[in-house]
């Protein structure tokens, strides 16, 4: 089986910073794409960013130039730098992996059980 394990949230002021990281365990053979959702409270969960095994990175529009995804594929970890945070993105993050396992040829989906970000005005 596979899990993945986020944390670094916490609690942050305006314009603050926190880096989220998540790491993948279990019997793993690749990791293609690593991807980090979040939650506010009473609403749809939502795509914030991602990056492929090449290493091309995509964002929401809505945290360009003050996020930064990266990943480090010897520890099958990913990470969320974020930089001059906002109260309105207090939301439960998520990380997710397409990760194939040494026993099979398709990639499967998974996800962490999210760590809270906090941003105080």
């Known amino acids: 089986q596979v899990q993945l394990v986020e944390s670094g949230g916490g609690l942050v002021q305006a314009g603050g910073s926190l880096r989220l990281s998540c790491v993948a365990s279990?019997?793993?053979?690749?990791?293609?794409?690593m991807t980090w959702y979040r939650q506010a409270p009473g609403k749809q969960r939502e795509w914030v960013a991602g990056?492929?095994?090449?290493?091309?990175?995509n964002y929401v529009d809505s945290v360009k130039g003050r996020f930064t995804i990266s990943r480090d594929k010897a520890k099958n970890m990913v990470y969320l730098q974020m930089n001059s945070l906002k109260p309105e993105e207090t939301a439960v993050y998520y990380c997710k992996m397409e990760v194939r396992i040494r026993t099979s040829y398709t990639f499967v989906e998974h996800w962490g059980q999210g760590t809270q970000v906090t941003v105080s005005s």
């Open positions: 990056i492929t095994s090449g290493g091309s990175t």
């Open positions: 279990g019997s793993i053979f690749m990791i293609n794409d």
